[in-house]
């Protein structure tokens, strides 16, 4: 029998979308009951972590520990966060609960070991960064890591906030091209889009060859853990 997953959502609620769309594409399913159980709950009352990380700005940790045990008590046996800069504050949302937390970092890097990566571009958000959720998760593989520069960086802001986010710019304004062009220089075999607006911004640009996407990633393991049958070998 199949285990009831719980999303910890709201980080953004387009990124949340996102991961259900995933995890039913990698569900192999023949009618509605052969996929998962899945309780969201799209809390947008959860601080910003990038602003909590660099600025000292509110804490999420109340709020991520009051979606994981609201999850655990509506049922859910697995959880996941789709947000890659929450992933900083893990070890304080687990405690919340009797019930797995899936790691995204951590899946992502075990996946990047299996096909024999030894180089990996982050693009993440200034916290996703500085917190070096990251860097921890691959460095445990034997992989590292490299990150665009300071003014590139300020771009994939940009792309994420404004672009995504907002929405208050086209995508086309970033040049996204240029900047894997100087990662791939610096020894970059594949690109992590690990922040959960990437993969969204990079499907619309067009520029998903060699980039990995940690929420399929997430979205293959949550389907693991909760005893469905995937649609795909990997997540690649």
Same mark, same amino acid.
């Given at each position: 029998?199949k285990?009831?997953?719980?999303i ?23 009618c509605?009951?052969?996929h ?14 990038t602003?909590?990380?660099? !600025?000292?700005? $509110? ?10 045990? #609201? &999850?655990?008590?509506?049922? @859910? %046996? *697995? ?37 024999g ?49 907002? !929405?208050?710019? $086209? ?5 996204v091209?240029?900047?894997?062009? #100087? &990662?791939?220089?610096?020894g @970059? %075999? *594949?690109f ?38 995937t649609?795909?070998?990997?997540p690649?």
């Open positions: 029998m285990k009831t997953l719980g910890i959502g709201g980080m953004g609620p387009a990124a949340t979308c996102d991961l259900m769309e995933k995890i039913i594409a990698l569900t192999r399913a023949s509605d009951q052969e998962l159980h899945i309780i969201t709950d799209c809390n947008t009352n959860i601080p910003d972590r602003a909590a990380i660099l !600025r000292g700005g $509110p804490d999420p940790v109340p709020e991520l520990r009051k979606s994981a045990a #609201r &999850l655990e008590t509506a049922g @859910a %046996e *697995v959880l996941c966060m789709p947000r890659n800069t929450a992933h900083h504050f893990y070890d304080q949302t687990a405690a919340a609960v009797g019930i797995p937390l899936l790691h995204m970092p951590r899946e992502t890097a075990r996946i990047l070991r299996q096909a990566v030894e180089t990996a571009g982050v693009l993440a958000t200034d916290g996703t960064v500085e917190s070096g959720v990251y860097e921890k998760a691959l460095a445990r593989e034997g992989i590292g890591a490299v990150y665009p520069g300071r003014e590139d960086q300020a771009q994939i802001m940009r792309l994420i906030y404004q672009g995504v986010k907002a !929405r208050a710019i $086209p995508l086309t304004e970033i040049p091209g240029e900047i894997l062009t #100087r &990662l791939r220089g610096r @970059a %075999e *594949v992590l889009l690990a922040c959960t607006e990437l993969p969204i911004a990079f499907a619309e640009l067009g520029l998903t060859e060699g980039c990995l996407d940690p929420t399929r990633v997430l979205a293959f393991a949550a389907v693991k853990a909760c005893g469905g049958e649609t795909a070998d990997s690649w």
